[in-house]
């Protein structure tokens, strides 16, 4: 049975720092693994989504990495903004989606 | 794209009241739909899922039910509710088994 765990599961830091959000994963025998943002109330926004042919996928200051051999992945975030403020959840897509409980990130001006 | 239709946006229900959640999805055909539900303090719990029209499978065991009348048309249902049916509930969709999964904006269930 698959299990995603996220680390941390809160994160504060002053605006403009990069930062990494951490994702595991226990099967990698997966299709693919996707990030996503969830602010409050809202449902989950997709950020990247990285095959499990790929290593890394990028969209602005986003970069997500994946190494199956060892079942994790890495979202990087870089100079960071209050806007970034939010819930970052990352799925692990064996058929079904396994969600990770999510990283609670708070930018601070 | 897809984009991802829920409604309504909030609901407060009576214990022992019926539900219907309505989800509908624009921009593909013949997609795979997904309700969740993200109860506080916890992660998404995957409730059912379908492949084509009246295909449902079940993820867990409990009082909701789920239906699929039409190609991009997914209903989540309960006969009575239960205090702990309470949460968020969200609906997905994708179009294949490795293509990104895009959310609705979810309803939120408040069952007193």
């Known amino acids: 049975k698959q299990e995603v765990t996220q680390i941390p599961a809160a994160l504060s830091v002053p605006e403009g720092e990069n930062l990494v959000l951490n994702c595991s994963f226990t099967?990698?025998?997966?299709?693919?693994l996707q990030w996503f943002r969830q602010d409050p109330g809202k449902g989950l926004t997709s950020l990247l989504l990285i095959q499990s042919s790929q290593r890394e996928q990028t969209s602005g200051r986003l970069n997500a990495s994946l190494d199956k051999s060892s079942g994790r992945s890495t979202l990087y975030i870089a100079a960071s903004q209050p806007g970034d403020s939010a819930t970052y959840l990352c799925a692990s897509n064996t058929g079904k989606l396994i969600f990770g409980q999510g990283t609670t990130l708070q930018v601070k001006p | 794209s897809q984009t991802i239709h829920q409604w309504p946006a909030t609901l407060v229900q009576p214990v022992g009241s019926p539900l219907s959640l309505e989800c509908t999805v624009e921009g593909t055909s013949n997609p795979n739909l997904y309700w969740y539900r993200q109860a506080a303090g916890r992660g998404l719990q995957l409730l059912f899922y379908?492949?084509?029209?009246?295909?449902i499978s079940s993820e867990v065991p409990q009082n909701l039910s789920a239906s699929r009348p039409q190609d991009r048309q997914f209903i989540l249902s309960s006969k009575k509710l239960l205090l702990s049916d309470s949460g968020f509930y969200l609906c997905?969709?994708?179009?294949?088994?490795?293509?990104?999964?895009?959310f609705g904006n979810g309803t939120r269930l408040t069952v007193t």
């Open positions: 379908s492949v084509g029209i009246g295909q």
């Open positions: 099967d990698s025998a997966i299709y693919n």
């Open positions: 997905a969709s994708r179009t294949e088994m490795d293509s990104p999964l895009h």
